[in-house]
């Protein structure tokens, strides 16, 4: 089975530069999959990052293969107290992580490709906390 929330998450965890800008929650940083805990909540310029499951999945078989194209976000909060900085530096990080993320094997298969767009402003019901979302195209081959 192809964990592809998993596989990101991974991605994104194991690099030190963004959980550096990520707010604390429980014993390591806010960076947690959809929906996000209910005890997570934005409370300063740090940020919290939460990893959405696919919008988009599709299948793209050949005759031997079995591959994979999806499409996921990754939103980005903070209440930035006058900068967005640390909101836009950790967004820029992911973008990275993701567009440079190099072929290879993830949990259940491998990946062949990813296309990135974003950072663009993220959705927020409080006036006083900013989001941006990163879009990641995937296609990888399933094992």
Do not use: H
Request: aromatic share 6%; proline share 8%; hydrophobic share 40%.
């Amino acid at each position: 089975m192809l964990d592809i929330t998993g596989a990101v998450f991974t991605r994104l965890n194991s690099d030190s530069t963004l959980t550096a800008l990520l707010a604390p929650y429980g014993a390591g940083k806010a960076i947690v999959s959809d929906p996000p805990p209910a005890d997570l909540i934005v409370q300063g310029p740090e940020v919290v990052c939460i990893v959405a499951a696919p919008f988009d999945d599709e299948a793209e078989d050949t005759y031997t293969e079995d591959y994979r194209r999806t499409s996921l976000n990754v939103r980005l909060y903070s209440r930035p107290n006058g900068s967005t900085l640390a909101l836009d530096t950790a967004a820029e990080r992911v973008r990275a992580l993701l567009r440079s993320w190099p072929k290879g094997a993830v949990t259940g298969g491998t990946l062949i490709d990813a296309a990135v767009s974003g950072p663009v402003a993220g959705p927020s019901s409080d006036p006083s906390v900013e989001g941006r979302i990163v879009t990641a195209r995937l296609i990888f081959l399933e094992a």
